[in-house]
T-cell receptor, first 114, second 111 residues
Framework: EAQVTQNPRYLITVTGKKLTVTCSQN?????MSWYRQDPGLGLRQIYY???????DKGDVPEGYKVSRKEKRNFPLILESPSPNQTSLYFC?????????????FGPGTRLTVT | GESVGLHLPTLSVQEGDNSIINCAYS??????FIWYKQESGKGPQFIID?????DKRQGQRVTVLLNKTVKHLSLQIAATQPGDSAVYFC??????????FGAGTTVTVRA
């Protein structure tokens, strides 16, 4: 089944404790991205990757890191989480075409930082 | 900056009626638009898309209308069903590598 998977689905952590949210897709998509979703703000892009070893900042990259060492995986790293990073996070992937930018979303990771 | 927004944050509709969800965008250069549906506890799911060289596109029970003159996008759902209750987002292709999303409209279907 074609899908985007994220782990963990739920995470409660404390300020400053490094964490990684994993994302994997099995559709051989070149493009992957991370979003955060907050009430009233919709989805805001954190980082995106056009291909292996190619990443760039989205709209809200501060406090986050990403890496793309393999085509299928795109982990999101919070080196020193803070309470304002409490949010619902989505990973997404897309075929890399200039016209079709439909993104396939994962199920989400709900993160709480205390 | 550019933004994509929805006119109303909530919409209540009677089961069986048609729903119309509106979206205004500000980037007149946008050439691709998408509607997503997000059910509670799930990630957004693709509903339908439209390119700027089209005014209308139909899918199964859904129609997207694009009015480039006033930079307005709408999603029409025919014969709304309880399973249509969700948050609906419009998104525009801001550039080759980015989508910009609106804040979403929560649709509640009344039995």
């Amino acid at each position: 089944e074609a899908q985007v998977t994220q782990n963990p689905r739920y995470l409660i952590t404390v300020t400053g404790k490094k964490l990684t949210v994993t994302c994997s897709q099995n559709m051989n998509h070149e493009y992957m991205s991370w979003y955060r979703q907050d009430p009233g703000l919709g989805l805001r892009q954190i980082y995106y990757s056009m291909n292996v070893e190619v990443t760039d900042k989205g709209d809200v990259p501060e406090g986050y890191k990403v890496s793309r060492k393999e085509k299928r995986n795109f982990p999101l790293i919070l080196e020193s989480p803070s309470p304002n990073q409490t949010s619902l996070y989505f990973c997404a992937s897309s075929p890399s075409t200039l016209i079709n930018r439909r993104e396939y979303f994962g199920p989400g990771t709900r993160l709480t930082v205390t | 900056g550019e933004s994509v927004g929805l006119h109303l944050p909530t919409l209540s509709v009677q089961e069986g009626d048609n729903s119309i969800i509106n979206c205004a965008y500000s980037n007149s250069a946008s050439d691709y638009f998408i509607w997503y549906k997000q059910e509670s506890g799930k990630g957004p799911q693709f509903i339908i898309d439209i390119r700027s060289n089209m005014d209308k596109r139909q899918g199964q029970r859904v129609t997207v209308l694009l009015n480039k003159t006033v930079k307005h996008l709408s999603l029409q759902i025919a014969a709304t069903q309880p399973g249509d209750s969700a948050v609906y987002f419009c998104a525009e292709k801001a550039n080759d590598y980015k989508l910009s999303f609106g804040a979403g409209t929560t649709v509640t279907v009344r039995a």
